[in-house]
């Protein structure tokens, strides 16, 4: 067995904090154990150098796109791979073969038992995007997944009572997504510096479940986020093979489906699946990331200018693109290509409004039914009838069989012209809206967040403050006043809706909609553009302790 020394790790965090409701026996101890710890950091003294260096290539492109130097394209240095015909990914893993319906959201308990009790066939626990990373959040998160696993995850509130109406090996198979590679766990550091959150995420669920998942028939599956480059892929499939081999598993049992969620990795589906290859369970069409990648990529570009965010749809010339090149590229390779989000949730209030807005989910899976995706994500329980009955008209578990015939240019993928395209003061009012209630919810350490009726994750409120900034940055011109979009306007909306806000919040004076909006202000005037909304506000909600804990105290 390799030494693994936990000399230089420290712990800046209450390892005996816990939730308003104590959910079982099972203790923060019980996973940060040192067994557990040194195994994660093993990972992370391997290959965090290159994290780092890979998170300096996404830099090193923005800066070539912004100057103009580069312009996205398929990679001539991997041509051999794409034009390959023969390679192929693994046979489908069990519990992964019908994935026609998956619900998502984060690893809440309550979240996870009504989850596992919905119509659906997989779900994805989120410890990125719909999850605030609070260390609670976090290391609870990781207390649930591992009672859920073993059947303990029942618990009661003064409210309600939570339990699994069957046993976990015949729940909905759980499909982890870690934090993104951009991302760092500041409540533990290693050798200085916070240790990647990436790793931790992954290896703390990896360390205490795989060998029980696969006793139940099924395994350690995992959702990849934020990648862009296919050498993200391969960090990652080289942790899953010393993660295997260190816990004596097959290589080949982890799973991973890839979110493309990025405009660089669209034009690198195939390089993705292959640097996967016997791990790989398909690629996801991650609209929301999507949509916020391309403007973020082409943000200096002004032929790029996308309209008020309703009128960019699956429909919009480059969103189609993507779609119909994924399901094309994973048909080949024989792998799944899952579809995208429905957010809505039920409108209890309003029989009409909530009748159109279910139309509106139906008619979307059907689009993806008929593109060729193999299933689709739903946010909320009470839409999994919908995309089950939409999706059983495929006949079979999957529909991989069906390659679509389509060739999916550089240019189609990069075509962002979009039908009645239009920005508009609403356009203003409501990215200002919708990003000021996801980071004020955000920062009191919720990111699974209930908006006009819609699940929002942090991909939303990318979507609203990075319109914001180019269309600022370009000095557009508002359709309806015909005056030029200049930052003196959008700060004084700002503070408007922060205002209406402020003054409706269910918390009163607890609001962080000032702190959201002092960090939301530089963001949506153009003075600045930070890479992710996510780390910028990350500090905020960090309780870091002055003095580490004693590692020897650990069990």
């Known amino acids: 067995m ?19 409701f104590a959910p079982s026996t099972t203790t923060v101890a019980d996973i940060l154990t040192k ?21 300096k290539n996404r830099k090193l492109q923005q800066d070539q796109l912004d100057s103009g130097k580069i312009n996205l394209s398929f990679l001539n240095e991997t041509k051999e791979i794409r034009d390959d015909p023969i390679w192929q990914g693994p046979i489908l893993a069990p519990g992964l073969i019908n994935r026609s319906t998956e ?44 009672d859920a696993i073993r059947d303990q995850i029942n618990f009661t509130t003064p409210r ?32 200085g510096e916070p240790i990647s959150a990436s790793i931790f995420d992954f290896g ?27 050498l993200e892929a391969k960090l990652w499939n080289d942790i899953f093979n010393v993660a295997q081999d260190y816990l004596s598993i ?21 390089e993705i699946i292959y640097q996967l290859r016997q791990h790989s369970s398909g690629l996801n069409c991650g609209r929301w990331d999507y949509i916020f990648s391309t403007i973020k990529k082409l943000r200096n570009d002004p032929s790029h200018i996308l309209p008020n965010r309703d009128l960019v749809t699956m429909t919009s010339p480059f969103m189609a693109a993507y779609v119909k ?60 009838p919908i995309c089950n009955e939409v999706f059983s008209n495929m006949g079979t578990p999957n529909q991989i069989y069906f390659v679509p015939d389509v060739n999916v240019t550089e240019i189609d993928l990069l075509n962002t012209n979009c039908e009645g395209a239009k920005i508009t003061t609403d356009g203003i009012k409501v990215n200002l809206d919708i990003g000021l209630q996801y980071m004020e919810a955000w920062l009191r350490g919720s990111g699974c ?10 991909a939303t409120a990318e979507v609203s403050r990075c319109q914001l900034y180019q269309w600022v940055h370009h000095n557009i011109v508002l359709q309806d006043t015909n005056e030029p979009i200049t930052p003196e306007i959008t700060a004084k909306i700002l503070q408007e809706q922060v205002d209406i806000l402020a003054a409706k919040s269910p918390v009163g004076d607890k609001n962080q909609f000032a702190l959201a909006a002092k960090y939301f202000l530089p963001e949506i005037t153009g003075e600045k553009f930070s890479d992710f909304l996510t780390t910028l506000l990350y500090d905020e909600i960090v309780t870091k302790k002055e003095k580490p804990i004693d590692i020897a105290t650990l069990k």
Request: proline content about 6%; overall charge positive.
């Open 160 to 191: 309600k009572d939570y339990k699994l109406n069957k046993s976990f090996a015949n729940s909905p198979t759980i499909i982890v997504r870690p934090r993104g590679w951009h991302m760092e766990e500041k409540h533990v550091y290693v050798d």
């Open 2 to 20: 390799v030494k693994i020394s936990l000399e230089n790790v420290q712990i800046f965090a209450d390892v005996d904090s816990k939730p308003q």
């Open 325 to 384: 090149r994924l399901i094309n590229t994973c048909h080949r390779r024989g792998v799944h290509a899952m579809g995208g989000m429905a957010a809505h949730i039920p409108i209890k209030d309003d029989e009409s409004a909530n009748n159109i807005a279910m139309d509106k989910v139906r008619k979307d899976k059907i689009r993806e039914l008929t593109n060729g995706h193999d299933g689709s994500w739903v946010a909320h329980p009470a839409l999994a």
């Open 449 to 458: 967040v209930p908006i006009n009726n819609l699940m929002e994750d942090a």
């Open 103 to 146: 619900i998502t959201g984060p690893p809440l308990r309550n979240m996870l038992i009504n989850a596992l009790n919905s119509p659906v066939n997989t779900y994805m626990t989120d410890f990125e995007d719909s999850l605030a990373p609070t260390w609670l959040n976090i290391v609870y998160g990781q207390v649930n997944l591992f």
């Open 35 to 55: 067994d557990a710890l040194k195994f994660v950091i093993l990972l992370h003294r391997t290959f965090n150098e290159t994290r780092k260096q890979l998170l």
């Open 204 to 230: 703390l669920y990896f360390y205490h479940n795989a060998n029980k998942l696969i006793s139940l028939g099924k395994g350690p599956y995992f959702y990849l986020p934020k990648m862009e480059h296919h």
């Open 250 to 270: 097959p290589r080949g049992t982890i799973r991973a489906t890839v979110l493309i969620e990025t405009l660089p990795a669209a034009f690198q589906m195939e």
